[in-house]
């Protein structure tokens, strides 16, 4: 089976995020997604969001995607933004099951899996228990970090982006 090397995959998940999968949310109104499942205190507007994003969940992936391209045999960093593109395609599906309503992020959320099984699958002969549990571990720190990230400056940026 030809298998591209798994940077290709780790930048793909990038490169879908930001252009399109951050769009897309945004024509949905994400923010008011995550207010109405509770996910933030109070409403936020574009621009608040906007930064979250462009300042702590961009960087969080940026950094694993650098990191592994420097330093392949971590490959738990490049695999752990898989394991991202995973979580976040589960949870728009998700809320768009308890919602009864389509989600916005689903349609590009739906795309990570594909990049993560392909980008798993190239790399499947060199995956062993220690390499797995730390992507494991990874694409769970890329999901939650920069989400503890934007609890702690809320205040800042919600002052900022009023």
Excluded at 137 to 161: D, E, S, T
Aim: aromatic share 20%; charged share 10%; net charge neutral.
């Amino acid at each position: 089976m030809f298998a591209l090397p798994l940077h290709y995959y780790v930048f793909a998940t990038l490169f879908l995020y930001i252009p399109f999968h951050f769009f897309e949310e945004a024509l949905g109104n994400f923010p008011e997604t995550m207010y109405a499942h509770k996910w933030i205190p109070e409403r936020i507007t574009y621009g608040h969001w906007m930064a979250n994003n462009v300042f702590f969940y961009y960087p969080t992936l940026l950094f694993g995607s650098v990191t592994y391209a420097l330093f392949p045999e971590l490959v738990f960093f490049g695999v752990g933004i898989l394991i991202w593109g995973i979580i976040n395609a589960l949870d728009h599906l998700f809320y768009t099951v308890k919602d009864t309503r389509i989600s916005p992020g689903l349609f590009t959320g739906s795309l990570y899996p594909v990049i993560s099984i392909g980008g798993i699958i190239s790399i499947n002969a060199h995956l062993n228990a220690i390499n797995v549990a730390l992507s494991l571990v990874a694409g769970i720190c890329y999901a939650v970090f920069p989400i503890l990230c934007c609890m702690k400056f809320n205040r800042q940026f919600r002052a900022i982006f009023r």
